[in-house]
């Protein structure tokens, strides 16, 4: 499967989900809100060459997006979000790297069964933007020594694709729990060179190889298919505190097979300060045996411009 056939698999797969819909919901705008939130943080540190207390020269650049836009009449829902978030650094004597990356997409149709209860089903999907390194740590002479960075990542190696189906249970408007006995999961990696396996078990020291498993992928293949699975979503997203959110979203992944479950953590806080600025801290914490035994943590604190518009309805207390 080609580059281009997969992407217009995710186009066509994330679609499905508001086409599914009458043609109603398709063409009356009337019933939608929608929101919008992108910012731009930028850091700079310089010091002397005589500076005693020391420092690395610094600047870093990141940018974030999230989007929503949620339609409601009657009986139907139709969710969808947008969580997207890039930057990078630039230190002394190292280059560029990359200090933050998330490519999150999900959209979620509902109908009402029930107060508090929907039947539903959904499409989600998580990628990279930009290509990722572990730096230092591959032996690209074969002679058991660290010495150039090694391929882990890139945009579609990995992705993840998951469709689910189930029962959704809302209270509140900033709170919504979702069970699904039924969410199929596809992962992709459409590039060998993030395959790599330990020279030797526990030595820390690595080398690129196509035979190698890769976020479950195995090796000549581009895709793995996981049909019987269950997933459990959860969804927080309340002002806490003038001009403070706090977003929290968990989601549990368990294969029937396997039945070894992956767990994600996202928590987004935003403090604005003025019109313009605000303060942001992420947290994102990954436990996922087919990518690594212990669980991953990427952290993000930034101080920048704000731009924000919605036409939300106030959250009800």
Known sequence: MTKKQLLTVLFLSITFVGYAQTDTLRTDTTYWQKSFNGGINFNQASFSSNWAGGGVNSISLGGLINGRALYQKEKWSWDNVADLQLGFVKQQNIGVRKAAD??????????????HLDLFMSGTFNSFFAAGYKYGERDSNNDGTKDSDLFVSRFFSPAFLTFAWGLAYK?????????????????FVTDDAVRYRETVAGSGVFVQDPTAVAYGVAAGKTVRTEWLAFQLQSELNKDIAPNVNLKVRYQMFLNYETFDPDHRLDISLTAKINRFFSSTFGLTSIYDSDISGDIQVQQVLGIGFLYNVTTFKETKK
Do not use: E
């Open 102 to 115: 998330q490519l999150y997409l999900n959209s979620v149709a509902g109908y009402k069964i029930a107060n």
């Open 171 to 187: 209270p509140v408007d900033w709170f919504s729990l979702r069970v699904s006995p039924f969410a199929p999961r596809f992962t």
